[in-house]
């Protein structure tokens, strides 16, 4: 090979290793002051600790308030995001005509494109406001900021991800599968719940550990409307503070480098990595696991 | 496609035809049921539609009354009817345009590496290959920690300057830039590649001169998708100490700075409704931005869909 071709190969090959000296960034910066603030607070206590205040002067570090408003804001999200993004999956690929589903993905494409800082404003603005007026269940009615709102927001957010992932998915499923239960005389609903969601299944269950993925890890929308205080409960009506917005307003509050406050935002940046970490593995162990190869 | 000598569209018509004959049979529940199907997964798309509708017209209503030329003139002010988003405006196209410099061309050389050169059976090009897909799915305040450990602070020690933050969102949308890159070369087809080889030119000529002209569509989509992405990342913003009372416009990359998602978080956090209205008309003004990149984007890809 030419002494040009050379240099040109080893350039291009740096920038693919620079995605690994990412990863390995990531890991570095979380890790180190994440094994420091380890050494200072315990472990099981942190994991198990269930009153969360470490800026304050008398400071408990119990990160199960956090985990715990994660999970209901990202269970609120997959009550949106899974049904109608699987309906609207189906929709696309087995009942819209051409022309129509020319005009919807891009329209879709353009819902996940809006910034999430949009999407918390929306939640906070409009959403919970109605969630108010409306409000019919027992109990009080959710307050100004609320966990349920935000969590429906970051359901619609997610949705055109859900929905287009399924969609490539159940797109790929051959041709000659949907004719043969047609000539049997399935129905068009039959056709597509006993044959074409099943023969995709890996890349729906893909999809929506995607979205479980997106919504964990979520910043701005739970920020701006969930409340941002820490609080044990799963009534989704109160004010929360998920991983993500504890990160973010410890971000905003400028701590000292080298403070425990300073350290606790890598502390938590550790877990909320490592849930979304095994949670990529998982879908990846799904995949291959439901996987159907047709050729 | 096993069909021989039938179109799609004929195909359909025959299904849809025989599917009518048989329904006509149906017993009225299944039929009933089939509506009652249909009409659901009408509703769940509409339902994306229609939030977006609603969000749009909630966003504008909301914006209107300050939607005028105080925005784009002023800086931020603690008296609302002074306030603008100059400063955040001016620190977003900085930001931007650095992204746009140092990721475009490593995300095409990443690009070119894993498909035309990387050897799949070594574990190295491999892991770069999984890794990509993996850093796709980190969530982005992660990449903000990064860039605060790294970037603000640590090694680099930029402070909470433009630099820092782009290379933050550098980092951020690398993956996107880089995945679609290497769609669109490997939608080139290998009888190009041949050609030109057959001619005398060397592998990195052929690349050159052959298939990333033919990949250019694809290649800008992805960038064009990747920079709007960048533009509207608030979180990874919030780690690096962005400001959000800059009363000046960054004259560098190592000016300190503010950026529009950021001028919008703030003005959404202060209690006055007036901050509230200013932040809806920034949000107008961020939307309408971002719809004519994703519109460049689908132009692009629309009318530049080679076939070979």
Same mark, same amino acid.
């Given at each position: 090979?030419?002494?040009?071709?050379?240099?040109?190969?080893?350039?291009?090959?740096?920038?693919?290793?620079?995605?690994?000296?990412?990863? $390995?960034?990531?890991?570095?910066?979380?890790?180190?002051?994440?094994?420091?603030?380890?050494?200072?607070?315990?472990?099981?206590?942190?994991?198990?600790?269930?009153?969360?205040?470490?800026?304050?002067?008398?400071?408990?570090?119990?990160?199960?308030?956090? $985990?715990?408003?994660?999970?209901?804001?990202?269970?609120?999200?997959?009550?949106?995001?899974?049904p109608f993004g699987l309906g609207a999956a189906i929709y696309l690929s087995e009942y819209a005509p051409d022309r129509a589903r020319r005009v919807l993905k891009p329209?879709?494409?353009?819902?996940?494109?809006?910034?999430?800082?949009?999407?918390?404003?929306?939640?906070l603005v409009f959403v919970t406001p109605l969630l108010r007026d409306i409000w019919f269940l027992p109990g009080d009615p959710p307050s100004?900021?609320?966990?349920?709102?935000?969590?429906?927001?970051m359901g619609v957010m997610i949705l055109p991800t859900v929905a287009s992932v399924s969609e490539d998915a159940m797109s790929a499923v051959p041709r000659g599968l949907r004719e043969g239960a047609y000539a049997l005389g399935a129905t068009r609903m039959q056709v597509s719940t006993r044959v074409v969601v099943p023969a995709a299944l890996s890349g729906i269950v893909a999809s929506f550990v995607l979205g479980i993925s997106r919504a964990v890890g979520e910043t701005m929308i739970v920020l701006i409307a969930a409340g941002n205080q820490p609080n044990l409960t799963l009534d989704p009506t109160k004010p929360m503070q998920t991983m993500t917005a504890?990160?973010?307003?410890?971000?905003?509050?400028?701590?000292?480098?080298?403070?425990?406050?300073?350290?606790?935002?890598?502390?938590?940046?550790?877990?909320?990595?490592?849930?979304?970490?095994?949670?990529?593995?998982?879908?990846?162990?799904?995949?291959?696991?439901?996987?159907?190869?047709?050729? | 496609m096993s069909s021989v000598g039938v179109t799609s569209?004929?195909?359909?018509?025959?299904?849809?035809?025989?599917?009518?004959? *048989?329904?006509?049979?149906?017993?009225?529940? *299944?039929?009933?049921?089939?509506?009652?199907?249909?009409?659901?997964?009408?509703?769940?798309?509409?339902?994306?539609?229609?939030?977006? +509708?609603?969000?749009?017209?909630?966003?504008?209503v909301r914006g209107?009354?300050?939607?005028?030329?105080?925005?784009?003139?002023?800086?931020?002010?603690?008296?609302?009817s002074l306030a603008g988003a100059q400063s955040a405006i001016f620190g977003t196209i900085w930001i931007?345009?650095?992204?746009?410099?140092?990721?475009?061309?490593?995300?095409?050389?990443?690009?070119?590496? *894993?498909?035309?050169?990387?050897?799949?059976?070594?574990?190295?090009?491999?892991?770069?290959e999984l890794n990509i897909q993996n850093l796709a799915a980190v969530p982005s305040i992660v990449y903000g920690i990064l860039g605060l450990a790294f970037f603000a602070r640590g090694p680099l020690g930029l402070g909470p300057t433009v630099l820092a933050a782009a290379l933050t969102l550098s980092l951020l949308v690398l993956p996107i830039v880089t995945i679609a890159g290497r769609e669109a070369i490997r939608a080139v087809p290998d009888s190009i590649r041949q050609a030109s080889l057959a001619l005398g030119a060397t592998k990195w000529q052929t690349i050159r001169r052959q298939v990333?002209?033919? +990949?250019?569509?694809?290649?800008?989509?992805?960038?064009?998708?990747?920079?709007?992405?960048a533009i509207g990342e608030a979180a990874p913003l919030t780690m690096l100490g962005a400001l959000t009372f800059v009363q000046f416009n960054p004259d560098g990359p190592l000016s300190a700075f503010t950026a529009l998602p950021i001028q919008i978080f703030a003005w959404i956090s202060r209690p006055q409704e007036e901050f509230r209205t200013l932040a809806a008309a920034a949000i107008v003004v961020l939307l309408a931005l971002l719809l004519m990149m994703n519109a460049a984007a689908i132009w692009i890809r629309d009318r530049s869909r080679q076939r070979w």
């Open positions: 090979m030419r002494w040009g071709e050379r240099f040109v190969v080893a350039l291009l090959f740096v920038c693919g290793a620079l995605s690994v000296a990412t990863t $390995v960034g990531i890991v570095v910066a979380l890790a180190i002051p994440a094994i420091e603030f380890f050494r200072a607070v315990d472990l099981f206590d942190f994991l198990t600790g269930t009153n969360w205040s470490p800026l304050f002067a008398d400071a408990h570090f119990g990160v199960l308030p956090l $985990v715990v408003a994660t999970l209901v804001t990202t269970f609120w999200a997959l009550v949106v995001c899974i329209v879709l494409e353009i819902l996940a494109g809006i910034p999430t800082v949009v999407y918390g404003f929306f939640a100004t900021f609320n966990a349920l709102a935000a969590g429906l927001v504890f990160i973010a307003s410890a971000g905003i509050g400028d701590l000292p480098t080298g403070s425990i406050g300073y350290k606790t935002i890598f502390a938590v940046g550790a877990t909320l990595f490592v849930m979304t970490f095994f949670m990529n593995l998982a879908s990846a162990r799904l995949v291959r696991r439901f996987r159907e190869a047709y050729e | 569209a004929e195909a359909d018509a025959v299904r849809d035809a025989v599917a009518a004959r *048989l329904f006509a049979g149906r017993s009225r529940r *299944l039929r009933w049921r089939e509506r009652v199907f249909a009409a659901l997964l009408f509703v769940s798309l509409a339902i994306g539609i229609v939030s977006l +509708a609603t969000l749009l017209v909630t966003m504008i209107a009354p300050r939607l005028d030329l105080r925005l784009i003139e002023n800086f931020p002010s603690s008296t609302p931007i345009s650095i992204v746009a410099l140092t990721v475009v061309p490593v995300g095409i050389g990443a690009a070119i590496y *894993l498909e035309e050169y990387a050897d799949r059976s070594r574990w190295w090009n491999r892991l770069i990333l002209p033919a +990949a250019v569509p694809g290649i800008a989509t992805g960038s064009i998708l990747a920079l709007s992405r």
